[in-house]
Nanobody, 123 residues
Framework: VQLQASGGGLVQAGDSLRLSCAASGLLFSKHGMGWFRQAPGKEREFVAAIAWTGGSTRYANSVKGRFTVSRDNAKNTVYLQMNSLKPEDTAVYYC?????????????????WGQGTLVTVSS
């Protein structure tokens, strides 16, 4: 199983970025997909998740209204559209796959993890 996250970069506060996570080696359409992030010196935290059907999503309060998670099962890819970025969004962003297909905010519920992509938001 491979989860390849991409799309990170250096942006200014207020800008937008779209992260992608391409999956292979698993039945992507049956897995829930989550995004987590880890800032320097901080613990990993939940960002967003989308159920296997795409019909259910969950967001951390800190990103609600600014970030949108979506998926394209035909392309085995999950996306995280990030708008109105803030310096506190700076982190390595990881995608993860949940065999149960749900929208858990608990990292322990995820079975597979990608390598992460760095997002840096300058003020």
């Amino acid at each position: 199983v491979q989860l390849q996250a991409s799309g990170g970069g250096l942006v200014q506060a207020g800008d937008s970025l779209r992260l992608s996570c391409a999956a292979s080696g698993l039945l992507f359409s049956k897995h829930g997909m989550g995004w987590f992030r880890q800032a320097p010196g901080k613990e990993r935290e939940f960002v967003a998740a989308i159920a296997w059907t795409g019909g259910s999503t969950r967001y951390a309060n800190s990103v609600k209204g600014r970030f949108t998670v979506s998926r394209d099962n035909a392309k085995n890819t999950v996306y995280l559209q990030m708008n109105s970025l803030k310096p506190e969004d700076t982190a390595v962003y990881y995608c993860a796959a949940d065999f149960l297909g749900l929208t858990s905010d608990n990292a322990n519920h995820y079975d597979y993890w990608g390598q992460g992509t760095l997002v840096t938001v300058s003020s």
